[in-house]
């Protein structure tokens, strides 16, 4: 496609859509940061009909921080049922929609309303494409914030293998801006880190550099059906999948300098 003059983002100020936003801007495009704090909501549709007008392409990272199926699933339908309508009235030609390596077999919590979201993203009738990712370097910290009791955090027992938002944020720009016909490529395309670890491992070294908590433990949680899929590497990339530092250790040295 010809270059894209303005791109919507929609959850703009999160974890990785803040570096969207930055990536399209040192790329030369003119960005429209949607967020509730810029006054546009995805699950109302409140504030889209304006912030769409003129737009091309439309990049959602949004997302609900509740992990909670249904409220989740909710939040996502929504969103990609606001971001269609007022987009095609809009004129928009192309989205581009961020979800989580190895999902087609979750049946639980927020990675099941994530498939839910797949599937109304790619009804249309907004040309869409997904591009699945892994859990990102800067989730780490509130997966070990959430498990904290005391001195000990407590986090799911995970193999993953962690990416810097950053990564996903150039890869999401490449799939909104590629010279193709932009019709769904399956598998969907994949971005994760440079080496598969545990989430403990991850948590460990976070919590060496912080100096806390002081012991992380791994936690089977004997109530999730998806549990086999996380302990077993079922959110390990595919063969296909893009790879890109840097790993989880060297971003930790990057950012605390
Ligand atoms: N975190 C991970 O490790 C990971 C891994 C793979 C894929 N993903 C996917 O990446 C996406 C973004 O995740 P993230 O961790 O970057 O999310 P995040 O940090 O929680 O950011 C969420 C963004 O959505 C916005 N938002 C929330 N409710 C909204 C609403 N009703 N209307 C408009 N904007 C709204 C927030 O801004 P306001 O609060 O100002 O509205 C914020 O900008 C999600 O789809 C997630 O599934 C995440």
Known sequence: ?????????????????????????????????????????????????????????????????????????????????????????????????????????????????KLAHERAALAGPIPTRILRAAQFHEFVEELVAWGTQGDVAYVPKMQTQLVAARAVAEKLVDVATARDPFVVTLPHPEIAGPRAETLAEAARLLAARRGFPSLVEEASDAANPDRELFESGGLLPGPHATLAGPAYAEWLDQTAR
């Open 1 to 113: 496609m010809q270059k894209p003059t303005t791109i919507a983002v929609a959850g703009a100020t999160g974890r990785v859509g803040r570096h969207v936003v930055q990536v399209l801007q040192e790329r030369g495009h003119r960005v429209v940061p949607m967020s509730r704090s810029a006054g546009v909501d995805v699950v109302t549709g409140d504030g889209l009909r304006e912030a769409l007008e003129g737009v091309d392409v439309v990049i959602d990272v949004s997302s609900t921080p509740s992990p909670d199926q249904q409220t989740a699933t909710e939040f996502f339908t929504a969103a990609a049922h606001h971001l269609h309508e007022a987009g095609q009235k809009a004129g928009v030609r192309r989205m581009v929609v961020v979800s989580i390596i190895g999902i087609d077999g979750s049946v639980a919590g927020y990675n099941a309303a």
